[in-house]
């Protein structure tokens, strides 16, 4: 299993909603990241883990909450989102943290999320 | 002036024609990412680079360490190839994270 799985594909909430985000690999990576996209713009890195344990927070507004249950699993719950909030969030994973050489990201398709 | 700098930004040639996507970069890197993403996609890391050249299939990228520079170059180019091409690097002092060029919008016609 080489990939990096995401869900759901869609979300759309509302801004009083609570949901949440899914990623999960099975490759044995021990450090994942979220991403935001916005529309023509490149991704902006949110949150990494690292070895299950938040190791980097990119100022991300509280209404955003990661979570990661285990080393194959990694999720975002969102509460309280704003319209300005909608995008396309990447689920990303690499074997180790770190800026090895050999040390690739594995990215997901992405959960495109719309708030109402 | 960013620190990852793609060229160009778009791009829109015939099917057949041979392409070349550039990426200059400002930082001391460990390695460079060649991404596309289509249209509404996820991602997809199509090389990662730390010296040389890599090829597969229809696909070439290179990498010029003393001149901070890489090129992806598509030969025979489909419309399937349309997409964002996006080069990444993985910044020495910057451990786990990537830093991303704006991206460069390649359209192919028939």
């Known amino acids: 299993d080489t990939e990096v799985t995401q869900t759901p594909k869609h979300l759309v909430m509302g801004m009083t909603n609570k949901k949440s985000l899914k990623c999960e690999q099975h490759?044995?990576?021990?450090?994942m990241y979220w991403y935001k996209q916005k529309a023509k713009k490149p991704p902006e890195l949110m949150f990494v883990?690292?070895?299950?344990?938040?190791?980097i927070n990119e100022s991300v507004p509280s209404r955003f909450s990661p979570e990661c249950p285990n080393s194959s699993l990694l999720n975002l719950h969102l509460h309280a989102l704003q319209p300005e909030d909608s995008a396309l969030y990447l689920c990303?994973?690499?074997?180790?943290?770190?800026?090895?050489?050999?040390?690739?990201?594995?990215f997901g398709p992405g959960t495109r999320l719309t708030v109402l | 002036k960013n620190e990852v700098e793609q060229s160009p930004q778009n791009l829109t040639a015939q099917e057949g024609e041979f392409i070349t996507i550039n990426c200059s970069y400002s930082?001391?890197?460990?390695?460079l990412h060649w991404l596309q993403q289509h249209p509404g996609g996820g991602i997809v890391s199509l090389f990662m680079?730390?010296?040389g050249k890599k090829k597969h299939g229809r696909l070439i990228a290179t990498i010029n360490i003393q001149e901070k520079h890489s090129s992806l170059h598509i030969t025979a180019s489909h419309p399937r190839d349309s997409a964002v091409y996006i080069c990444?690097?993985?910044?020495?002092?910057?451990?786990?994270?990537?830093?991303f060029g704006q991206g460069t919008r390649l359209t192919i016609n028939p």
């Open positions: 990303a994973s690499s074997l180790f943290p770190g800026s090895s050489s050999y040390n690739e990201q594995f």
């Open positions: 490759m044995g990576h021990r450090a």
């Open positions: 883990y690292s070895y299950e344990k938040l190791s």
């Open positions: 930082v001391g890197i460990s390695a």
């Open positions: 680079l730390s010296s």
């Open positions: 990444a690097v993985r910044v020495i002092q910057g451990a786990q994270k990537l830093v």
